[in-house]
Each structure stands twice: as structure tokens, then as C-alpha cells.
């Protein structure tokens, strides 16, 4: 079964400093992987997916294979930066599969 | 920018009468879905739907649960007797494609709450 893992329920930083929102994912074959952020009272929104490498906002991602990892960086995190995000995977099928998401709190 | 919307955005009711949670998928798109998430916990997958049928349900969608697509434009959940666990946000969800990676456009959710 899959299953992904943020372990971080919480995390603050300053503005200007760098973030890293970690992500762990377990699958027998290759997912495809995304964040997905929600920004204070809004919808979820998808930031990126592994599929299309592409950045967004600042934000990267790299799959690591062979730490199953997707983790999501961002040099400089900005205080609009601030919002619950959401690691995906999607194996096999069209359902994805969250973590349980960790809260980014970007101070002034 | 076309979106996905949901009705109603909150919604109580009381333990064993029936709800039906709408939602209007953006208009090109055919695979539709629907998610919940209970308080505190992960966003879940309950159902994937095309072409008028279920294409994929998670072990939630049990048979108080249904879908339908009553016409051109709307999506309905409808769980028929409603149980205090039931007490969750639900998200529909629509893509264009079903392709590997496919992006899912989200709705505004609409939080359930079973007294």
C-alpha cells in the first residue's frame, strides 16, 4: 500500500532563511509525486509535480529514489510563503495518496 | 480562471439522516473525485469517477455512500444514514486527464458536521 510521511507537523522560520518541508513515501513501483499547498482559507492547490520538474514560487522538489524522499526547498522563504502543505503520491492508479501536511510558518 | 465549486460550505445534520454534498466540476473535465479529511488527520481518497461510473473506491466508501452525475454539470455525494465518524471536511476534486501526474483541481470543501 502506499503511504506518505511528513514528519513535521509544524514549521517556523524566518523570512530570508532557507526551508526544507520533508516528505518520505513508501511504494513498490515509481510514483508520481507532487505538494499540493493550502493557503489560509482557501482551496488545495497544486505547487509542483516530480513529472514536470518545473519550479514554482521558489519552490523545488527532487525525488530521491533511494531515500524515497520528495523533499520541498525554498532558498529564501517569504512571509506570503505561509500555508499548510501537502505531499502526494500517486501509484497505479488516479487516487492520491496525502501526508498529513505541515503547517510553514514564515516570521517577519 | 475556471474552478471547482462546492455546496453547501457547511452542512449539519443529525446521526442517521441522509446528505447530499454537490459539487460543480470545472466544465471540460471528466474524471472526478471525491476526498475527506477528519479533523486533525490526512486527506483521504474516497471514490474516482468517469463516464458514469465508479472507476476506483477506497474501503470509506462503503454502501451508505454513493455518486451520481444527475446531469451535465454536477457531482453529487450522498451518504445515506450519517454516523458521528462521518464528521469531516469533503473535497470534490476534478481533472481534465487520467494520465500519470495528472493535476486534480481542487473545491472549497464543505464541512460536514453529524450531531
Known amino acids: 500500500a502506499q503511504r506518505v510521511t511528513q514528519p513535521e507537523k509544524l514549521l517556523s522560520v524566518f523570512k530570508g532563511a532557507p526551508v526544507e518541508l520533508k516528505c518520505n513515501y513508501s511504494?513498490?513501483?515509481?510514483?508520481?509525486l507532487f505538494w499540493y499547498v493550502q493557503y489560509s482559507r482557501q482551496r488545495l492547490q497544486l505547487l509542483l509535480r516530480?513529472?514536470s520538474r518545473e519550479s514554482i514560487k521558489g519552490f523545488t522538489a527532487d525525488l530521491n529514489k533511494g531515500e524515497t524522499s520528495f523533499h520541498l526547498k525554498k532558498p529564501f522563504a517569504q512571509e506570503e510563503d505561509s500555508a499548510m502543505y501537502y505531499c502526494?503520491?500517486?501509484?497505479?492508479?488516479?487516487?492520491?495518496?496525502f501526508g498529513k501536511g505541515t503547517k510553514l510558518t514564515v516570521n517577519p | 480562471e475556471p474552478e471547482v465549486t462546492q455546496t453547501p460550505s457547511h452542512q449539519v445534520t443529525q446521526m442517521g439522516q441522509e446528505v447530499i454534498l454537490r459539487c460543480v466540476p470545472i466544465?471540460?473535465?471528466?474524471?472526478f473525485y471525491w476526498y475527506r479529511q477528519i479533523l486533525g488527520q490526512k486527506v483521504e481518497f474516497l471514490v474516482s469517477?468517469?463516464?458514469?461510473?465508479?472507476?476506483?473506491k477506497s474501503e470509506i466508501f462503503d454502501d451508505q455512500f454513493s455518486v451520481e452525475r444527475p446531469d451535465g454539470s454536477n457531482f453529487t455525494l450522498k451518504i445515506r444514514s450519517t454516523k458521528l465518524e462521518d464528521s469531516a471536511m469533503y473535497f470534490c476534486?476534478?481533472?481534465?486527464?487520467?494520465?500519470?501526474?495528472?493535476?486534480?483541481?481542487f473545491g472549497p470543501g464543505t464541512r460536514l458536521t453529524v450531531l
Open positions: 511504494y513498490s513501483g515509481s510514483p508520481e
Open positions: 502526494a503520491s500517486q501509484g497505479g492508479s488516479e487516487k492520491l495518496v
Open positions: 466544465s471540460n473535465h471528466l474524471y
Open positions: 476534486a476534478s481533472s481534465a486527464t487520467r494520465s500519470p501526474g495528472n493535476e486534480q483541481f
Open positions: 516530480h513529472i
Open positions: 469517477f468517469y463516464n458514469n461510473e465508479i472507476s476506483e
